[in-house]
């Protein structure tokens, strides 16, 4: 018996309504349920071969209906099956509710006493459907009104501003607690002792060589005392070794060969925490004197 919908676009249609409900209604994170659970995979499996099946049994049983039916009615399904879309019964009726339209047959009855060159005018009803969405229009306007303009709710500029507003602070608070992304701007010197041991042990370790094991100075410059050639406090030090130094003849970068932020965050509070350290045979001075800036307290 003729369907509305074929079964080759119906099978589908259901098939992946209920996959879109499971991926919606499934926890799976960043990725797709039917990837991070595979037993997902099966189920569908099972759903779609159930799909199938009820679609075979039904056209089963309407092949034996159709049968065991009379010579009739056979014949009326035949003449269903062989008329066209715009001409069933049902599409008539739902354009017939939709557009209130007057046979032609009976015009006569909506002529207005209008007649400009032959031209006449009838006085046709709106359609149901334009005057039901003028009226929602009205509704829609209605409650915008109130809404926006009454009770102040906010608009969708002013929700963009909160949610970047809002983003912003949830990217600072992450970039705290986040080793990989730190940088100079969120950095902070530590100061506690198996801290600083892990950036002593990087300092003997990578930097011993230039700014010798007490850090007093070799090739490179002495840290222990209040010259800094490219600035001090934990910002400027964490800039500089991840960045390196001057062009040409300052030391590499060590982001470059493999040290982490978390390291660098390390081995900078641990070069920090030798000012004043007095290392025998110190080098001499190289740059200005650093003076870390200190905020102003509010004057009540």
């Known amino acids: 018996m003729k369907k509305l919908i074929p079964v080759y676009v119906r099978v589908p249609v259901i098939f992946f309504i209920i996959f879109g409900a499971m991926e919606y209604f ?4 960043d990725r797709a349920a039917f990837i991070k659970y595979p037993m997902v995979d099966l189920i ?7 799909i199938i099946a009820v679609e075979m049994i039904v056209s089963a049983v309407d092949a034996i209906v159709y049968q065991i039916l ?7 399904l035949a003449a269903e099956e062989n ?10 009726n739902l354009m017939s509710k939709l557009t209130r339209t007057v046979p032609i047959e009976n015009e006569a009855s909506l002529l207005l006493n209008h007649d400009y060159d032959g031209i006449k005018e009838l006085d046709n009803n709106l359609p149901p459907w334009w005057v039901y969405s003028f009226y929602a229009c009205i509704l829609f306007a209605g409650i915008y009104l109130v809404r926006f303009e009454i009770l102040g709710a906010d608009n969708q500029e002013m929700e963009l501003k909160k949610e970047l507003a809002q983003a912003k602070v949830e990217v600072a608070e992450y970039m705290k607690n986040a080793p990989d992304l730190m940088d100079e701007k969120t950095v902070t010197q530590l100061t506690e002792a198996a801290d600083l041991a892990i950036g002593k042990e990087i300092f003997t370790t990578n930097c011993a060589a230039c700014h010798r094991a007490d850090a007093g100075g070799q090739i490179g410059p ?15 030090v964490f800039h500089t070794i991840t960045n390196g130094g001057r062009d040409g003849k300052g030391m590499v970068s060590w982001k470059t060969n493999g040290m982490k ?3 660098i965050q390390k081995v900078a509070s641990y070069v920090l925490s030798l000012r004043g350290s007095n290392p025998k045979d110190p080098k001499a001075p190289d740059g200005e004197i650093w003076v870390e800036d200190v905020p102003v307290a509010e004057v009540k």
Not at 70 to 76: G, L, R, V
Not at 83 to 92: A, G, P, Q, T
């Open 222 to 236: 002495n840290l222990t005392d209040d010259h800094w050639i490219l600035g001090g406090g934990i910002k400027n």
């Open 83 to 92: 008329l066209k879309f715009k001409e069933s019964e049902w599409f008539k």
């Open 70 to 76: 009379p010579e009739e009615e056979k014949a009326k």
């Open 44 to 50: 569908l499996l099972v759903i779609l071969l159930l």
């Open 26 to 29: 499934i926890d799976s994170g």
């Open 261 to 263: 932020p978390r390291d």
